[in-house]
């Protein structure tokens, strides 16, 4: 099997592995030549070193972007080097243990907001003003102008209005967890993006390359024919 030397760590790798320093991304290059200062657009790499400077590059351009990696940067970088989707680790936090007094709030904000709750109450209130007024002639229980309604309906909404925002505020805390989640699968897509350019052009270069090599031995195998051409043509005369 064919092989070549590495110019960066100066190991043995299959010819297939080899990666023209001319087919490489500025960026990259540059973050080559400053641990090795003397590789030349002449040089030579693997694949496997290409990568890990990849990796470099791209968590270089986080930082730039961000300043510091966040918890969620470096799982999606982590997400990214690994070559394994991102999306198992979120849903695995989505599967949380609700407290008693949590699914006590949902359950209150589920009923209070609903056409339900709404219907019931008006009919309880209607059937406690038509009971004072008409069935006890406003000598009942409560009569006009119905204090202890009143009273029931302040203590009902000083009590709702807190369990209700307790189960509002734990669902903005689910929609910020969302955003973020949507932001790492937007950031791995960015970046796994930019990675597929950079494989694209090193092909198209790749290519390219391969065409020049084949024009150029073409072009030698064409002057050799006209060589042997021209000499036979001498002798002939």
Same mark, same amino acid.
Request: charged content about 25%.
């Given at each position: 099997?064919?092989?070549?030397?590495?110019?960066?760590?100066?190991t043995?790798?299959?010819?297939?592995?080899?990666?023209?320093?001319?087919?490489?991304?500025?960026?990259?290059?540059?973050?080559?030549?400053?641990?090795?200062?003397?590789?030349?657009?002449?040089?030579?790499?693997?694949?496997?070193?290409?990568?890990?400077?990849?990796?470099?590059?791209?968590?270089?351009?986080?930082?730039?972007?961000?300043?510091?990696?966040?918890?969620?940067?470096?799982?999606?970088?982590t997400?990214?080097?690994n070559?394994?989707?991102?999306? !198992?680790?979120?849903?695995? /936090?989505?599967? $949380?243990? @609700?407290?008693?007094? &949590? %699914?006590?709030?949902?359950? =209150?904000?589920?009923?209070?907001?609903?056409?339900?709750?709404i219907?019931?109450?008006g009919?309880?209130?209607?059937?406690?003003?038509?009971?004072?007024?008409?069935?006890?002639v406003?000598?009942?229980?409560?009569?006009?102008?119905?204090?202890?309604?009143?009273?029931?309906?302040?203590?009902?909404?000083?009590?709702?209005?807190?369990?209700i925002?307790?189960?509002?505020?734990?669902?903005?805390?689910?929609?910020?967890?969302?955003?973020?989640?949507?932001?790492?699968?937007?950031?791995?897509?960015?970046?796994?993006?930019?990675?597929?350019?950079?494989?694209? !052009?090193?092909?198209?270069? /790749?290519?390219? $390359?391969? @065409?020049?090599?084949? &024009? %150029?031995?073409q072009?030698? =195998?064409?002057?050799?024919?006209?060589?042997?051409?021209?000499?036979?043509?001498?002798e002939?005369?």
């Amino acid at each position: 099997m064919k092989t070549f030397r590495s110019d960066i760590s100066k190991t043995e790798f299959p010819i297939t592995d080899r990666v023209s320093a001319k087919t490489i991304r500025h960026s990259i290059l540059n973050l080559i030549q400053k641990d090795h200062p003397h590789f030349s657009h002449e040089s030579n790499l693997s694949r496997s070193e290409l990568k890990h400077y990849r990796e470099q590059n791209i968590s270089g351009y986080l930082n730039k972007e961000i300043e510091e990696l966040s918890d969620m940067e470096k799982t999606v970088l982590t997400s990214l080097t690994n070559n394994t989707t991102i999306s !198992d680790k979120i849903d695995g /936090d989505d599967h $949380q243990i @609700l407290t008693f007094g &949590q %699914k006590i709030a949902d359950k =209150v904000a589920s009923f209070g907001g609903s056409w339900t709750f709404i219907i019931s109450f008006g009919v309880f209130i209607f059937i406690w003003i038509s009971l004072n007024i008409f069935w006890l002639v406003n000598k009942g229980f409560d009569p006009y102008p119905f204090i202890l309604l009143n009273l029931i309906l302040s203590c009902l909404a000083a009590l709702q209005a807190p369990v209700i925002m307790m189960s509002q505020n734990r669902q903005e805390e689910k929609d910020r967890d969302r955003a973020k989640k949507d932001y790492m699968i937007n950031l791995k897509s960015e970046l796994e993006i930019r990675t597929l350019h950079e494989k694209i !052009d090193h092909f198209i270069m /790749d290519q390219q $390359q391969e @065409l020049l090599d084949m &024009q %150029k031995t073409q072009i030698d =195998v064409l002057n050799d024919i006209l060589k042997h051409v021209e000499k036979s043509t001498l002798e002939s005369n």
